[in-house]
Structure formats: C-alpha cells, structure tokens
C-alpha cells in the first residue's frame, strides 16, 4: 500500500471537507473519488456539464449521454444538476468550485504550474486546467516528487510551458507538503511518513523555508 | 404558422448542401457525448475541403469529426484538447492541420460571447503562459487579465435528444455541454435530434436552447452513440 502513489493519495484524501464543491483532475486526483463518497454534503464537478458525479455505472445501465471529463461514463448523485460547458465555466472561473486538485509535470517555488505540453512530443492541449487553476478558490497540485530519470519536479523555475503563474496553493509529494502563502516564497509544512528532512533536501530544486514547528 | 415549414428537413445532404470549401463550422459535442454525427456523415459524404472547425476535441480517428480529418477536410482546428486522435497527430506534425488550441472554458465563453454579440471579454485564463502570446493584457483590481475575441462560425452543427419543428432543443445529461453555444455562435445552425416533435409538445419551462438559435432542423435515425470509455462500479478507476 505504500507506494508513492497511493501515499499522495492518502494525503490528497484529508484536503477534501463536508460540504465543498470539488473539481478533481483526470490521473491520480481521479482516485479521491471514492473517499468523497464518504463526506457529507461534497459535490464533485465535471467541466463537461456535470455537478454531481455518482459512482461507475453498473453493467447494462451505462450511457453515452452521461461521461465525466475523462470520456468515462459515470452516474450522478441525488442533487445533481447538468449545465452547459459556459455555465460550467462560469462556476469555475467565478470562484464558486471550492477546490481543484490536478496531476503536474512541474511546480515552481513561486507555486506555478505546469502540466499540459511537453516540448517535442505531440500537443494535445489543456482542455479546462487553465481556466481551473485561475478559478477555483483553492487549487491543490498532486505529483510525484522526482521524475523517472531521478530529477526534481520541484523546480526553482519550471522549463516547460506554463498552466498558470502563481496559481498553487498546495503541493503533495510523495515526500512532503508544501504551502504556498500569498506573500510569495514556498513552505514546506509536513513530511510524509518514513521521509527525512534530508530526502527531502535531497530531491527539491526549488528554495523553500520551513514551518517553525515541522511535525516528523 | 409562421417560420415552421422553413425549418425541417428530410435530408442531411440538403441540411449541408450549402456549406463550401472555406467555410467554418463550430460543432457541438465532447469527446464523443453528444456530436452531430448524422450532419458529420453527410460532410463526409458531400466531401467539401479547407474547412475550419471549432469543436472542443476532434473525435476519434474512425468516427466523430475524426472521419473528416481522414478524408482531409479540415484545414484549421480550434479545440481545447486533440489527444484521441492519431490522424490528427499525423497531419499537425506534416504541418496539413493547422491547430489553435485554447482552454476550455475560454473557447466555451468566446462562442457565447460571439452568439450574444459581444466582441470580446477579459479572463484571467493563460495569463503568463505560452496562450498569452499576442493578446493585450489589462489590469483590473491588481489582478492581469487577457483579451480573448468572441468566436462565431458560417454554420452550427449541433445534436440535441428531443426537438421540436420552430428549433427548440432539449438536451440529455452531459450531451449538451458545448450544443447551446454552437447553437447560438452559427449563423446557420443545423440542429439534428433523435426524437422531432410537434410544435407546443415540449414544455416551455424545459427547452434550452430557444429556436431563434436553430435555423435548420432534422430527425436522425439509428444513432451510433459510441462511448469513448466504458467504466463500470467495481472495475476502480483507471
């Protein structure tokens, strides 16, 4: 169970709160689902058209007129409403979506993101994630620490192409949890089970300063 | 009555008759939920090339506009994501396809500007990145915020689930997401529905888009629906 990513999963889980409107991305924030079902009062949102999301239809009772942003096919809860794409993005970009959790490539210590195009590989665009980051009240970033060549992911800067300049308010890492207060800079505020300050240290580009009180 | 006999068609091929080499169309749908597939077919069958196409994705490579990029219809797309489709990825790399992306809710709120006659808005959207290129940047209350222009297109191709003969549309769950502003972006909007309906049958408190949007309307039949990804309770997510 404890692999990395089911351990930024486990952390993700506790930002979600009784009562919140919430936009998960598609990849690792699409597995928060599940626990949003045990919240009370938690509605998630799909930018195609959707404040609702149900459980994975059962076999027979699927639908082509009912998907989520990922194109799969989904069912609603009891309250649910449908609404076209420049409603949906009305609620998104009006700061009614309570949180948005997304999947990045990079986040920069100035809390910019990017997540959307890799340079040299085939374009595919970045469908809503713009439109969230700059919308939703509060915007948390899951992603794992290093890349597969061992590189960090937690840059001084990003290289590739941006999503939004300034946008995170929280980074969960395999390693640790870091925040990102309005007067700049970026805190690391908890580390993971079994992680040291000195992996941490170790495997982040990006400058950051510590909680006072860090708990180990 | 006024305006009704004008508005039904029987064919698809007539319901497209008119739309020519050049022309640009916005076409309602995403992914695959709730696309215009009849109106889609006859293109494909009319053959017309150098099209501009704004739709959100560009279906898959054998069904949804997917079918007009394999006979090299489009020209130019304006889409928020394109990852479905491999002729797509082909063309935009020979550099056949031109490609403008843009982020989806931004793309939603130009089409609706552009169908309520307003010639652009400021979002805070792409600020700071690659799509802020070119585009005047404003300030209001400390924060930045772009200029984005309104999108309009020579025709509509919109799906909607029930339809009646003056051009009211219902749409079903999340198959509507994109229709109502292709709707009100075209000048010439070609509605098709899966079930036409007689004038006064549909409940006024539950039309969406008002036929003042619909020029043209058709009944399809036979309606593949293809589901991009089935996923079913117990299978967990991908």
Request: proline share 4%.
């Given at each position: ?62 639908s082509a007129d009912l998907i989520n942003a990922g194109k799969e096919t989904v069912t609603t809860v009891a309250g649910a409403s449908f609404f076209d794409s420049a409603d949906s993005f009305a609620m998104i970009r009006g700061g009614h979506i309570d949180l948005a959790i997304l999947g990045g490539m990079e986040v920069s210590e100035q809390g910019d993101l990017a997540n959307w195009m890799v340079p040299g590989k ?95 | ?92 790399l020979s550099g056949e396809l031109e490609v403008e992306l843009v982020p989806q809710g931004t793309l939603a709120e130009r089409l609706r500007a552009g169908g309520a006659g307003i010639p652009g808005f400021y979002t805070a959207t792409g600020v700071g990145t690659p799509i802020a290129e070119g585009k005047e940047t404003r300030e209001f209350d400390g924060r930045s915020y772009l200029l984005e222009r309104a999108l ?87």
């Amino acid at each position: 169970m404890d692999d990395p990513r089911s351990r930024i999963v486990k952390r993700a889980a506790r930002e979600l709160t009784d009562g919140m409107n919430i936009n998960l991305g598609i990849g690792l924030p699409t597995l928060l689902a599940e626990h949003a079902e045990g919240l009370n009062g938690v509605m998630l949102q799909s930018e195609n058209g959707l404040l609702g999301i149900g459980p994975y239809p059962q076999a027979g009772q699927e639908s082509a007129d009912l998907i989520n942003a990922g194109k799969e096919t989904v069912t609603t809860v009891a309250g649910a409403s449908f609404f076209d794409s420049a409603d949906s993005f009305a609620m998104i970009r009006g700061g009614h979506i309570d949180l948005a959790i997304l999947g990045g490539m990079e986040v920069s210590e100035q809390g910019d993101l990017a997540n959307w195009m890799v340079p040299g590989k085939m374009v595919k665009g970045m469908g809503g994630a713009m439109d969230l980051v700059n919308g939703a009240k509060r915007v948390v970033v899951m992603m794992e620490h290093v890349n597969r060549s061992g590189e960090s992911k937690v840059k001084q800067q990003c290289t590739l192409p941006l999503t939004g300049t300034r946008v995170v308010h929280r980074l969960i890492t395999d390693l640790a949890v870091f925040d990102f207060p309005p007067q700049g800079g970026m805190v690391l505020i908890e580390l993971q089970n079994g992680i040291t300050l000195e992996q941490v240290q170790q495997q982040t580009e990006a400058g950051y300063t510590m909680r006072d009180a860090l708990p180990v | 009555m006024r305006g009704v006999a004008g508005k039904v068609l029987s064919s698809f091929a007539d319901a497209v008759a008119d739309v020519v080499a050049g022309a640009s169309l916005v076409v309602g749908g995403f992914g695959l939920c709730g696309i215009p597939e009849k109106s889609i077919a006859a293109l494909r069958e009319s053959g017309v090339g150098d099209l501009t196409v704004v739709s959100n994705n560009c279906g898959v490579d054998d069904f949804g506009l997917g079918i007009l990029l394999a006979n090299r219809q489009i020209k130019r797309m304006v889409s928020s994501y394109v990852g479905e489709n491999k002729i797509f990825e082909a063309q935009y790399l020979s550099g056949e396809l031109e490609v403008e992306l843009v982020p989806q809710g931004t793309l939603a709120e130009r089409l609706r500007a552009g169908g309520a006659g307003i010639p652009g808005f400021y979002t805070a959207t792409g600020v700071g990145t690659p799509i802020a290129e070119g585009k005047e940047t404003r300030e209001f209350d400390g924060r930045s915020y772009l200029l984005e222009r309104a999108l309009t297109a020579d025709f509509a191709l919109v799906k909607a689930w029930r339809g009646d003969r003056l051009g009211n549309l219902v749409y079903r769950d999340t198959a509507r997401n994109f229709n109502p502003l292709a709707a009100m972006a075209g000048a010439v909007t070609i509605a098709e529905v899966e079930e036409l309906v007689e004038v006064g049958e549909l409940d006024p408190n539950e039309i969406h888009t008002p036929g003042i949007f619909v020029q043209r309307i058709l009944e399809g039949t036979g309606y593949e629906k293809r589901i991009e990804r089935v996923v079913l309770a117990g299978a967990g997510a991908r």
